[in-house]
Structure formats: structure tokens, C-alpha cells
């Protein structure tokens, strides 16, 4: 029988993690299969709370991905509008606006969710 307590303890997440194996193939609308599901929430949230992994760095992803697809500088001014704005955006000297977030995501296909998280610019006297 599994005892289902909050998960409070590195042990209690490792035990917790053996229950969900132990029962892993129960059938739902039973009585394992709610202890399934009442673990899986429990080990989720409790996931989430120490294992936290931060937003990327939507510059850092632009050039991640236009290194995996080979894209220099010149095609983001198509995005952009010019190679300066280019060089202002990828410099952290100006901050994206909501089209260049839609170009990026049609031509990158980067998740509007990075585009939009929020970074430092380099120098605060420059703004979108």
C-alpha cells in the first residue's frame, strides 16, 4: 500500500518516485489509479518548486537558432529593417518590439513566450 504524504524531503521525492513506478500500469477510476495521479501532481509541483529552470535569453536564443540555421546578420534586417537595428537588437541595445517578435517567430520559428521574456539592455539609455 503507498502512503501518500507532501513531498517536503529530496527522500520523500525519491520514494515518491518509486510509488509512481510501483503504479505506473494501474487502471484510472480505481483506487491505485487515483494514487497515481495524486502522486504524479504532488511530484510536479514539487518539481517545479526545486527545479526551477529559467526563461532563456531571447538575444541568446535569436543566435542559437540563426546558428543552427545558418542565417547571418544581413537576413534579420529583412526582419528588422536595417543593419542597425540588427546591431542594436543583437547587442542588447534596444529591445524587441512586437514586430520583429512576429518575424522572428515566422522565420526562426522561436516560441512568441521567449521572444517576449525580458532581458537587461546594455545601455539603459536606449529603449525600443
Not at 510536479?44 to 540555421?69: G, H, L, R, S, V
Request: charged fraction near 35%; glycine fraction near 2%; aromatic fraction near 6%.
Amino acid at each position: 500500500m503507498v502512503d501518500i504524504k507532501p513531498i517536503k524531503t529530496q527522500t520523500d521525492y525519491k520514494k515518491a518516485l518509486l510509488d509512481i513506478e510501483a503504479l505506473w500500469d494501474s487502471k484510472r477510476e480505481t483506487q491505485d489509479g487515483d494514487k497515481l495521479d495524486i502522486l504524479v501532481t504532488l511530484v510536479e509541483k514539487y518539481e517545479e518548486k526545486m527545479f526551477k529552470i529559467d526563461a532563456p535569453d531571447p538575444i541568446e536564443t535569436i543566435k542559437f537558432a540563426m546558428e543552427q540555421k545558418n542565417m547571418s546578420r544581413l537576413e534579420l534586417e529583412k526582419i528588422f529593417g536595417s543593419k542597425s537595428r540588427v546591431s542594436e537588437v543583437l547587442n542588447k541595445h534596444r529591445k524587441l518590439n512586437l514586430r520583429m517578435m512576429r518575424g522572428l517567430h515566422n522565420v526562426l520559428k522561436i516560441p512568441y513566450e521567449i521572444l517576449a521574456e525580458d532581458y537587461e539592455l546594455q545601455d539603459s539609455n536606449k529603449s525600443s
